[in-house]
């Protein structure tokens, strides 16, 4: 069945640009049918969208963080990727990577989550 | 952005009791609303979308309802585990927004 992995590091300097990967195996991140999210949760928090990704390229962010955050596809590795710069202690967090079908719809498949911690 | 309000933010309850949960929208969101479980250091699992169709898999003592700014998560007999907490979504319109949460534990 489908799953997805976040990777990257779990560390990032403050102003520095936080990167992670998430690769989708036992499914193709080109079909048409979904999008593909990112959503992070800081310690003791909630959850806060960050953007989603069509396998086009076609992507949607959240207001909050749009001037800092990229979201880029690349197909041949069915993988997807963020990128968030100028990074504070604030955006220290468990970070998910999450499919839902375009339409919009609910985030149905989740990966396990990968903790990023912003700090010197 | 649609803001979501949960009541309430936690609960006590024992195994067998019916508990529901409130989730609000700032606006009308139609039935764009799901529901997660979450367990510590897990991720969210879908239980419930478009406000009242069970996820395939999950147990029938979960339903949703309503539509419009209101909503209601209620697991009929509560079971050991379903000790966790529970975050609704709202996916009318982009940004996507959750609410808070509701922290259901042992009473």
């Known amino acids: 069945q489908l799953q997805l992995q976040e990777s990257g590091p779990g560390l990032v300097k403050p102003s520095e640009t936080l990167s992670l990967t998430c690769t989708v195996s036992g499914g193709s991140i080109s079909s048409s049918s979904y999008y593909w999210g990112w959503i992070r949760q800081p310690p003791g928090k909630g959850l806060e969208w960050i953007g989603s990704i069509y396998y086009s390229g076609s992507t949607y962010y959240n207001p909050s963080l749009k001037s800092r955050v990229t979201i880029s596809v690349d197909t041949s590795k069915n993988q997807f990727s963020l990128k968030l710069s100028s990074v504070t202690a604030a955006d220290t967090a468990v970070y998910y990577c999450?499919?839902?079908?375009?339409?919009?719809?609910?985030?149905?498949?989740w990966g396990q989550g990968t903790m990023v911690t912003v700090s010197s | 952005a649609i803001r979501i309000t949960q009541s309430p933010s936690s609960l006590s309850a024992s195994t067998g009791d019916r508990v529901t949960i409130t989730c609000r929208a700032s606006q009308g969101i139609s039935s764009y609303l799901a529901w997660y479980q979450q367990k510590p250091g897990k991720a969210p699992k879908l239980l419930i979308y478009?406000?009242?169709t069970l996820q395939s898999g999950v147990p029938s003592r979960f339903s949703g309802s309503g539509s419009g700014t209101d909503f209601t998560l209620t697991i009929s007999c509560l079971q050991s585990e379903d000790f966790a907490t529970y975050y609704c979504q709202q996916y009318y319109s982009y940004p996507f927004t959750f609410g808070p949460g509701t922290k259901v534990d042992i009473k």
């Open positions: 999450a499919r839902h079908e375009g339409g919009p719809d609910a985030f149905d498949i």
């Open positions: 478009a406000a009242s």
